[in-house]
């Protein structure tokens, strides 16, 4: 079992910038590749960013490439998404979340079996 907490949402103007914090706590962190979805209300949840299990690799959604960096520092058992430029569209609850094993090009996208409950990011206009 693993354990993820969200932190650092809140409320931007357009343009600005936040960072998301997701910390892990029980098993080994550095076993997990990790990624970021995003929930608007109404809508499905959709991946934004994912990080393999040493940080080596990242994807990214369209919507978020050039603008949302995720990174991982094991040491803490935490990662983060880095958010710039951000549209009022961005809008949305995030959640981390822990796949087990390896992440590729094909699979980043799904196999998650860990969650976070959730930070609000809202960006006003």
Do not use: H
Not at 36 to 52: D, H, K, L, S
Not at 73 to 80: E, G, I, P
Request: aromatic share 12%; charged share 15%; with cysteine.
């Amino acid at each position: 079992q693993v354990q993820l907490v969200e932190s650092g949402g809140g409320l931007v103007q357009a343009g600005g910038s936040l960072r998301l914090s997701c910390t892990a706590s029980g098993r080994t962190f550095s076993s997990y590749a990790m990624g970021w979805f995003r929930q608007a209300p109404g809508t499905e949840r959709n991946f934004v960013a994912a990080v393999t299990r040493r940080g080596g690799s990242t994807y990214y959604s369209d919507s978020v490439k050039g603008r949302f960096t995720i990174s991982r520092d094991n040491a803490k058992s935490t990662v983060y998404l880095q958010m710039n430029s951000l549209k009022p569209e961005d809008t949305a609850v995030y959640y981390c979340a822990a796949r087990p094993g390896s992440l590729t090009s094909n699979n980043y996208g799904v196999g998650y079996d860990f969650w976070g409950q959730g930070t609000q990011v809202t960006v006003s206009s």
